[in-house]
């Protein structure tokens, strides 16, 4: 068994069986309305949710669904390409930028998620682009969208400030997006569609059991796309316990990343999740689906108010979960 620097990835190494499946979890739907005037309400909200479950839905955000609509049209018409065209923009070693077509591996699984995927890290887009004759308004819909991502997570962090005793707009200083060490990721995703009737061989996922690396991730769905599942709570260190999401166009799921639990010192939690193989009486199509993984920037310190870990900077900590699960592409 691989061993990791990282106490995380030794932890994912663990989770990879089939678990089993149990009827859904309640997963705390949070209204982001007004929400200046709402501030001190949201706040509460989104802390109950955080350290109790790991997992929480936003709904009445800022993006609109009209936006979050024409960037899964334009995430579509992309992973429409021929893979040969899609290999221009092939991703930059270690550096989370451009398009791979089932290349991660996780510690969990040991076997390739079932999917392709484009990332935007702004910093490394050089030549990551493709034309306006290739995909029409492909970056212009992808760049508005981010941008709308990036103030929508960093509402939610700002709520984590107030409760850890950080200023206010201490994780949107440590997610400058006018920094060169930007490193804060747009990830546009397809899974394959599956072919027959046959249940998926063992071990095969569409994406291995996992904790995401970064401080938040904010989880775009289209609804009858299911495939989702969560496990909270205890049941992560357990027998794992799987339930599934329901994807819905106007909810936005999120969950707390493996950074942030670690900045906190473990008050917030970091929740496992999958996405299974559908089985033979699902939709067995293809699954699109966009996440926008808030990173802090390369140049951060990592360290809660309880000096409960020892520092690291954020680009040593994703330096270290990117080589763990791009080992074939990683520095």
Same mark, same amino acid.
């Given at each position: ?42 706040? @509460?909200?989104?802390?109950?949710? $955080? ?60 076997? $390739? ?95 291995? $059991?996992?904790?995401?690396? @970064? ?117």
């Amino acid at each position: 068994m691989t061993s990791y620097a990282l106490n995380e990835l030794n932890f994912e190494t663990t989770i990879g069986g089939e678990g089993t499946e149990t009827q859904a979890r309640a997963i705390p739907v949070i209204d982001v309305s007004d929400f200046e005037n709402r501030r001190s309400e949201i706040t @509460d909200a989104l802390w109950q949710a $955080a350290t109790q479950v790991g997992f929480f839905q936003l709904k009445n955000h800022d993006l609109g669904l009209a936006l979050v609509r024409d960037a899964f049209a334009v995430t579509e018409a992309f992973f429409a390409l021929d893979n040969a065209q899609k290999q221009a923009f092939a991703l930059k070693k270690g550096l989370n930028a451009g398009w791979e077509f089932m290349q991660q591996v996780r510690p969990s699984t040991g076997t $390739a998620d079932q999917k392709e995927s484009y990332q935007i890290t702004l910093p490394h887009m050089d030549n990551l682009w493709p034309l306006q004759t290739l995909v029409p308004e492909f970056q212009r819909v992808v760049l508005e969208f981010e941008y709308k991502a990036w103030q929508l997570g960093m509402q939610v962090l700002s709520c984590f400030a107030d409760k850890l005793g950080f200023a206010r707009d201490f994780f949107t200083q440590a997610h400058a997006r006018d920094s060169e060490h930007f490193q804060s990721t747009l990830r546009l995703l397809h899974y394959l569609p599956v072919a027959g009737n046959d249940e998926a061989p063992k071990g095969i996922w569409r994406a291995g $059991a996992h904790t995401d690396f @970064d401080c938040l991730t904010m989880v775009f769905q289209r609804d009858g796309q299911g495939g989702l599942q969560v496990c909270p709570g205890k049941d992560a260190s357990e027998q794992q316990a799987w339930s599934s999401v329901e994807p819905k166009d106007e909810l936005i799921t999120c969950n707390i990343g493996d950074m942030l639990m670690r900045w906190s010192d473990d008050k917030l939690k970091s929740t496992l999740h999958r996405v299974r193989m559908p089985k033979p009486d699902e939709y067995r199509g293809p699954r699109y689906s966009m996440a926008y993984f808030c990173q802090a920037n390369k140049d951060m310190l990592i360290q809660g108010p309880e000096h409960k870990y020892p520092p690291i900077t954020a680009a040593e900590y994703l330096l270290e979960r990117i080589k763990a699960n791009f080992a074939s592409t990683a520095k």
